[in-house]
């Protein structure tokens, strides 16, 4: 059965902080990887990883993704208020449309 | 603005009633998707479509219905056959094929009263 599981669950950190954040799966015929944040109702995208080594960066987010251990970790450097929100991880296998999202990392960033 | 458009935002329901969410994209999208949200559950896929005409059971549509008799519209109908109905619902879309994400809308949170 495929599946997406993220850790851990929640974290609470002080701004300035950095956290990393963790998506591993189990999905037959990996396509691609998809983080996205979701601050209160829609998810907005951030980064897409298909290939292994390869990092994505977005001011201080960044991604990278392992497809032979079958994870990524998501970085937030210096982290703000702002940052706080849930982080999904999503994955799509290479036959269909489907995404399989994980349960998602809750993050709350403190003063 | 090209976007996705869920409506209602805030949905209340009695037991035992039929309800049905809309989502309107603009995107051109052919692909479209119907997420449920619980806490602690991340995003459970109910039904997506491909195609106009076309649709797929995700891995928890019993208690739902859908059609997609246009290309921008993709209704969802909680029936009374849902035994746990209260939840986030999203919708997306997205490009078919490709490396593309999903975009979503702002959802709608269904409350059984």
């Known amino acids: 059965e495929d599946k997406v599981v993220q850790s851990p669950l929640s974290l609470v950190v002080h701004e300035g902080d950095t956290v990393t954040l963790n998506c591993s799966y189990e999905?037959?015929?990996?396509?691609?990887l998809l983080w996205y944040k979701q601050e209160k109702k829609a998810p907005t995208f951030l980064f897409m990883l298909?290939?292994?080594?390869i990092e994505k960066k977005s001011g201080r987010l960044s991604s990278i993704l392992d497809k032979k251990e079958l994870f990524s970790i998501l970085n937030i450097t210096a982290t703000q208020t702002g940052d706080s929100a849930i982080y999904l991880c999503?994955?799509?296998?290479?036959?269909?449309?489907?995404?399989?999202f994980g349960t998602g990392t809750s993050l709350t960033v403190i003063p | 603005d090209g976007g996705i458009t869920q409506s209602p935002k805030y949905l209340f329901r009695k037991e035992g009633q039929n309800v049905t969410l809309s989502c309107e994209q603009n995107?051109?999208?052919?692909?479209m998707y119907w997420y449920r949200q619980d806490p602690g559950q991340g995003l459970r896929l109910i039904y997506y479509?491909?195609?106009?005409?076309?649709?797929q059971k995700g891995d928890i549509a019993e208690g739902y219905s859908v059609s997609r008799e246009k290309k921008e519209s993709f209704p969802l109908t909680v029936t009374s056959a849902q035994k746990n109905p209260t939840a986030f619902y999203l919708c997306?879309?997205?490009?078919?094929?490709?490396?593309?994400?999903?975009?979503f809308g702002q959802g709608t949170r269904l409350t059984v009263v």
């Open positions: 997306a879309s997205k490009i078919p094929g490709g490396d593309t994400e999903a975009f």
């Open positions: 999905v037959t015929n990996f396509r691609s």
């Open positions: 298909t290939s292994s080594g």
């Open positions: 999503a994955v799509r296998p290479n036959t269909g449309n489907q995404f399989y």
């Open positions: 995107l051109n999208h052919d692909a």
């Open positions: 479509s491909q195609i106009v005409n076309d649709f």
